[in-house]
């Protein structure tokens, strides 16, 4: 059982290129996240998504895009990238939205902007 | 105003020593739910305990203790005889309302790094 991946691990991306960063869960959860990481901030969500077909903004979603097509995927596309989108980057789910549910998190991609 | 606060940025301590990591958090909901994950220098995240606003019981499992007061909107974790393996980022989180209300948000604190020396 996988649980969610992610990819790439790892990216080294010049400004302006767009990147998107692939999430897949084998849960079947319905709810799904995309967090960022950085020191001394904790993880701030960027876009979740309650059930396939929605999406919602999170607390920090400008320069991010998200799409929920099915159920399992769940990818983050950076239309321009820009150095402060520098960060680590995780996926996660739950079998339900509603925030009491636990969230299972992915591995996460390492992104550098330069 | 932050949200959920982990004023301990960085903790170390000696194994076997015990160890309480506090969590303050804000909120104007009535039902809400508080959340610890550890992150291990590997990266991963891992749930450690799910608390609803409504259950102020503490909670004990193996040499992990959870101490949940609503009157001081905290919710400290406890580790005790702490061991090397313990090393980890620990982090708060906070799900409520996001400001649409159509869904919670997790909202996660700043995080604190414990190393436990041996």
């Known amino acids: 059982i996988a649980g969610i991946t992610q990819a790439p691990t790892s990216q080294i991306l010049a400004a302006g290129r767009r990147m998107t960063l692939r999430c897949t869960q084998d849960?079947?959860?319905?709810?799904m996240y995309w967090y960022r990481q950085d020191l001394g901030l904790g993880l701030r969500l960027i876009h979740y998504?309650?059930?396939?077909?929605?999406?919602g903004k999170g607390e920090v979603p400008d320069g991010y895009s998200v799409s929920r097509a099915n159920t399992d995927d769940f990818p983050l596309t950076l239309a321009s990238a820009v150095p402060s989108q520098t960060s680590v980057y995780f996926c996660a789910s739950s079998i339900l939205a509603g925030g009491e549910n636990e969230q299972f998190f992915g591995p996460g991609t390492r992104l550098t902007v330069l | 105003a932050q949200k959920v606060t982990q004023a301990q940025t960085e903790i170390s301590v000696v194994e076997k020593e015990d160890v309480t990591l506090d969590c303050v958090y804000e909120t104007r909901d009535t039902t809400y739910y508080l959340f610890w994950y550890k992150q291990p220098p590997s990266g991963e995240l891992v749930f450690l305990i799910r608390?609803?606003?409504?259950?102020?019981q503490n909670e004990i499992s193996g040499r992990y203790s959870w101490n949940f007061q609503k009157s001081t909107s905290s919710f400290n974790f406890t580790i005790t005889a702490s061991q090397v393996v313990d090393s980890a980022v620990y982090f708060c989180a906070l799900s409520e309302l996001v400001s649409s209300g159509s869904a919670r948000q997790l909202t996660f604190g700043s995080g604190t790094q414990l190393t436990v020396l041996p």
């Open positions: 998504s309650n059930t396939a077909g929605t999406t």
């Open positions: 608390r609803n606003s409504f259950d102020e």
């Open positions: 849960m079947r959860h319905n709810a």
